[in-house]
């Protein structure tokens, strides 16, 4: 109990941190930067409809997703984006130097074989059965033949990806709106949906019932995050550069995002059109880059 209070007084400080640190930057008479190109629209309808238009779609009638909070989510974006720069990505830069490409890969694999009642319950959740019946395949697949995960032969060897499904796409395949947009401590984009969907998807982590402590168990957490993004382009970095605003340009891609996962049919599986057993797959040493 005591953890869980400390927990949430450490959060509420880093909201109010934030909002703090963000309005001393923008200044009393400093007006938010934001994207422009007509006059007949506010700012963030505006910005929507370039995005949109960069994207094919020739008007965008409305935001892409409600954000009343917006003084609150950019400075909880603000400190997200210190955060980034200044701690996390120069952890996950170290870790890039000392640990081989092939070995964080595999670290990843783990955690995404971990993570499969999430996904396949999800998929069973909205009646997806061939969905559910891929992720059943991958785990078996991979936790036999790869080694409790940490090789990808599903896909590699049988062409078979893994779905992406997670409770906040279960409630948008059944007609739920996004609410409002929200930028969580560290998580970074969501929504009221996504945010309550990731609540529930926590209780079919394995994880959680792991008997593990709550700084193991946010350990754990961490080391999956700074082992994704060690495996990154500078996709961050790069936005950072080319967007005017890129709490608006996050935004909006946050939103054509999960509208297209909860409209898409990742169904992709092709058990023939690769070789089952491919012994260049299945040798060790090429797997570690050895000759």
């Known amino acids: 109990m005591l953890k869980r209070m400390l927990i949430l007084l450490l959060v509420a400080a880093f909201l109010c941190l934030g909002m703090q640190l963000f309005a001393a930057q923008q200044g009393p008479g400093d007006p938010v930067i934001v994207a422009k190109r007509t006059a007949d629209l506010s700012p963030d309808e505006a910005f929507d409809a370039d995005f949109g238009d960069d994207l094919g779609a020739a008007e965008v009638p409305k935001k892409l997703i409600s954000d009343p909070l917006e003084p609150l989510n950019r400075g909880v974006f603000w400190v997200n984006d210190k955060l980034y720069f200044y701690l996390f990505k120069p952890i996950a830069r170290g870790y890039r130097l000392v640990v081989p490409r092939q070995a964080r890969v595999s670290v990843g694999n783990v955690f995404s074989n971990i993570a499969t009642p999430i996904r396949a319950g999800n998929a069973l959740l909205q009646l997806k059965f061939r969905d559910f019946g891929t992720e059943l395949y991958r785990f078996v697949i991979n936790t036999t033949f790869g080694i409790g995960g940490l090789f990808d032969l599903a896909?590699?060897?049988?062409?078979?990806?893994?779905?992406?499904?997670?409770?906040?796409?279960?409630?948008?395949?059944?007609?739920?709106?996004?609410?409002?947009?929200?930028?969580l401590p560290v998580v970074?984009?969501?929504?009221?949906?996504?945010?309550?969907?990731?609540?529930?998807?926590?209780?079919?982590?394995p994880f959680r019932y792991a008997d593990l402590e709550t700084l193991e168990y946010f350990g754990i957490k961490?080391?999956?995050?700074?082992?994704?993004?060690?495996?990154?382009?500078?996709?961050?970095?790069?936005?950072?550069?080319?967007?005017?605003?890129?709490?608006?340009?996050?935004?909006?891609?946050?939103?054509?995002?999960?509208l297209a996962q909860v409209g898409q049919n990742t169904y992709n599986i092709n058990l023939f059109q690769n070789p089952l057993f491919d012994t260049d797959l299945f040798d060790p040493f090429d797997w570690f880059g050895f000759e």
């Open 222 to 258: 961490f080391w999956d995050a700074e082992n994704r993004l060690s495996l990154d382009r500078d996709t961050y970095e790069g936005i950072v550069r080319d967007s005017i605003d890129p709490y608006l340009f996050i935004r909006a891609a946050y939103a054509q995002r999960r």
């Open 155 to 183: 896909e590699s060897v049988a062409g078979v990806k893994p779905v992406i499904e997670d409770f906040g796409q279960t409630l948008g395949y059944y007609g739920s709106g996004h609410g409002f947009y929200l930028v």
């Open 188 to 205: 970074g984009p969501s929504s009221l949906r996504d945010g309550a969907g990731s609540f529930v998807d926590s209780f079919a982590d």
